[in-house]
C-alpha cells in the first residue's frame, strides 16, 4: 500500500466499483505532492479554518469528497445517479483542486486550474485506467467546479458555469466545502473525525 493509498485509505472505501478504486489509486500517485501541504487559500478568505495553513488543500478536498458522498446517500439525491456515476463523482470532487497551484507549481493559484486538472485526466487516461466516457465525464464535472467564477483577476472569460446536474453537483460540494460556517472536524492524520 502506497503512502497516498494510506493517507486516502477511508476516501478509496467510499468508491464502490473495484476498477475505480484503482485507478483512484493511480489518479492520486500521479498528483503533485504540493497539493498534500499547500493550504487551500493562499489570502484565507474564500476557506473555513480547517482548510488554512499547511494540508489545507488536503482537508479541502477530503471535505469536498465526504459533503458529496453524504448526499449521495441520501435517496432523495442519490437515486438521480447510477453507482458508476457516483463513484465518478465522488472521484472528481476528491481531485478537483489537484493542480490548483499549477504544474510545475507555481506560488499562487491558477485561475485556470480547473481546465488544467481536466486536461491532466484526459492526457494521463490510459495510466490511470478510466475509458474515454469515464475520462470525459470526470474532466466535465471538474473544468466547471468554480461555478458562476468563471473570469480570472482581468475580467476575461476563461472558464465555463456548470450546465449539467453532474458538474452542478461538484460545483455545489466544492462550494459547500469553501463556506466558513461549515465546519468539519479532523484529526491530526488530516482524516474527518465521525462523531
Known amino acids: 500500500m502506497s503512502s497516498r493509498e494510506t493517507l486516502f485509505k ?6 464502490e466499483s473495484k476498477d475505480l478504486k484503482e485507478a483512484l489509486i493511480k489518479l492520486l500517485d500521479l498528483l503533485p505532492d504540493y497539493w498534500l501541504t499547500e493550504a487551500a487559500s493562499s489570502t484565507g478568505k474564500y476557506h473555513p479554518e480547517y482548510a488554512l495553513g499547511k494540508g ?21 439525491i442519490g437515486e438521480k445517479y ?57 474532466a466535465s464535472v471538474i473544468q466547471t467546479h468554480m461555478g458562476p467564477w468563471t473570469t480570472d483577476y482581468n475580467g476575461n472569460e476563461v472558464l465555463e458555469k456548470p450546465k449539467t ?15 466558513k460556517c461549515l465546519l ?7 482524516n474527518i473525525i465521525d462523531n
Open 10 to 15: 477511508k476516501e478509496i472505501e467510499y468508491i
Open 82 to 138: 447510477t453507482k458508476r456515476q457516483k463513484d465518478l463523482l465522488l472521484m472528481s470532487l476528491l481531485v478537483h483542486d489537484g493542480l490548483k497551484l499549477g504544474l510545475p507549481q507555481e506560488k499562487y493559484t491558477r485561475f485556470d486550474h480547473p481546465i488544467l486538472m481536466a486536461d491532466f485526466i484526459l492526457k494521463n487516461k490510459e495510466e490511470i485506467g478510466l475509458s474515454q466516457e469515464e475520462t470525459e465525464f470526470m
Open 184 to 190: 468539519l472536524p479532523f484529526d491530526k492524520e488530516n
Open 56 to 76: 489545507g488543500l488536503l482537508r479541502h478536498s477530503k471535505a469536498a469528497m465526504r459533503i458529496g458522498y453524504e448526499l449521495l446517500e441520501n435517496p432523495c
Open 165 to 179: 446536474k453532474y458538474q452542478t453537483f461538484v460545483h455545489m460540494c466544492d462550494y459547500l466545502a469553501s463556506r
